[in-house]
């Protein structure tokens, strides 16, 4: 019975493999995608997780996705530019005074002539166009407003998901890991000994596998988190 279910986890551990080597391969495909097949098809990844540094606070990451995302930068420009048509189509209300002046001389006469042309738009006043002005302004300045407010929103979402993956990652290197570790050495020990059944060094080894698993899990959601926290602020931490 034991050699049996040694043979079941066997089979499990190898099909968590396969799965695992499928889904990098996948996604290594996807990322040559990316790129318009510049990677080409054998290529590696080289790195490690992030790491969370110490004084990262929020109030200045967020302070730098004002200045910087260029989102923003571009809904900024547009509100200038949607400001300026609305004075040009204010003071186009203001007539053009035009003077002209011309000399003639006809049959031994002479004479100096000037025009003065002062319109006067008294029916027209180009409320149209100033109204139109201004409500393109007043678009542009809410779709800033909605952009900075989805700003603060993602920046928020991601330093909190940042924090929440540091914090379970604090809590695997602090004792769960040595924990699973030290359960399985004394597991192994009392098998060697007699004093235990295979099964239990088994069950060891489960336990210790499923804590490795949930430690890289979190560090992926870490650096997970950064990334969209260097999207969010549209730069690198």
């Known amino acids: 019975f034991e050699a049996i279910k040694a043979d079941v986890e066997v089979m499990k551990a190898n099909q968590e493999l396969t799965r695992a080597e499928n889904a990098a391969r996948v996604r290594l495909v996807g990322l040559d995608t990316l790129t318009a097949g510049a990677l080409g098809s054998a290529f590696t990844v080289q790195g490690d997780f992030k790491s969370f540094r110490e004084g990262m606070k929020l109030q200045d990451l967020t302070?730098?996705?004002f200045a910087q995302h260029p989102t923003l930068r571009r809904l900024e420009k547009l509100v200038e530019r949607a400001a300026f048509t609305v004075v040009r189509e204010q003071q186009s209300r203001v007539p053009d005074v035009t003077v002209r002046?011309?000399?003639q001389r006809d049959a031994g006469r002479e004479g100096v002539i000037?025009?003065?042309t002062v319109p006067m738009p008294i029916w027209y006043q180009r409320q149209g166009e100033i109204?139109?002005?201004l409500g393109t302004k007043r678009s542009v300045e809410a779709e800033l407003l909605r952009a900075r407010n989805e700003l603060v929103r993602a920046i928020n979402q991601h330093f909190q998901e940042a924090e929440t993956a540091q914090k379970q990652i604090e809590l695997f290197e602090q004792g769960l890991l040595r924990q699973a570790r030290e359960a399985l050495r004394i597991a192994q020990l009392s098998f060697q000994q007699g004093a235990s059944s295979l099964l239990e060094v088994l069950d060891a080894q489960r336990v210790e596998r499923q804590i490795l698993?949930?430690?890289y899990r979190a560090r992926f959601e870490l650096s997970v988190a950064f990334t969209r926290l260097e999207r969010s602020i549209g730069g690198s931490l």
């Open 213 to 215: 698993s949930d430690y």
């Open 114 to 116: 000037a025009n003065l």
């Open 131 to 133: 109204s139109a002005a």
């Open 63 to 65: 302070a730098r996705g």
């Open 101 to 103: 002046g011309s000399y």
